[in-house]
């Protein structure tokens, strides 16, 4: 069974950076697309960042673009979130996701995606 497990979250201050890693198990990372998404309370499930690593495709939500950079470690198959100048509206619930195949462009809508993990949560304090 397909496990995704999510860690590196936390609290900060806006400005701030963390590094979310997402782990799997019974699935390699590099067959697909894996993406990121987050969650704030009363808000809907958003992708934030999205990898195909097989041909060094990403996307980004506008949002943010220029502050946070998602990468994939096919030796550990793990995908990691590196999240820079954080601020106040980051803050939410992020969930990686698998999907089992690749495609272009790579797809930020959740349903789009096959596994999910049961996330980690970021607070960032202004």
């Known amino acids: 069974q397909v496990q995704l497990v999510e860690s590196g979250g936390g609290s900060v201050q806006a400005g701030g950076s963390l590094r979310l890693s997402c782990a799997a198990s019974?699935?390699?990372?590099?067959?697909?697309?894996v993406g990121w998404f987050r969650q704030a309370p009363g808000k809907e499930r958003e992708g934030v960042a999205a990898?195909?690593?097989?041909?060094?495709?990403?996307s980004y939500a506008d949002s943010v673009k220029g502050r946070f950079t998602i990468s994939q470690d096919n030796t550990k198959n793990t995908v990691y979130l590196q999240m820079n100048g954080l601020k106040p509206e980051d803050s939410a619930m992020y969930y990686c996701?698998?999907?089992?195949?690749?495609?272009?462009?790579?797809?930020?809508?959740?349903?789009?995606?096959?596994?999910w993990g049961q996330g980690t949560q970021v607070t960032v304090s202004s």
């Open positions: 996701a698998a999907r089992l195949s690749g495609t272009w462009p790579v797809p930020l809508s959740w349903d789009d995606y096959n596994y």
């Open positions: 019974e699935y390699t990372f590099s067959n697909g697309c």
């Open positions: 990898i195909w690593a097989a041909h060094s495709i990403t």
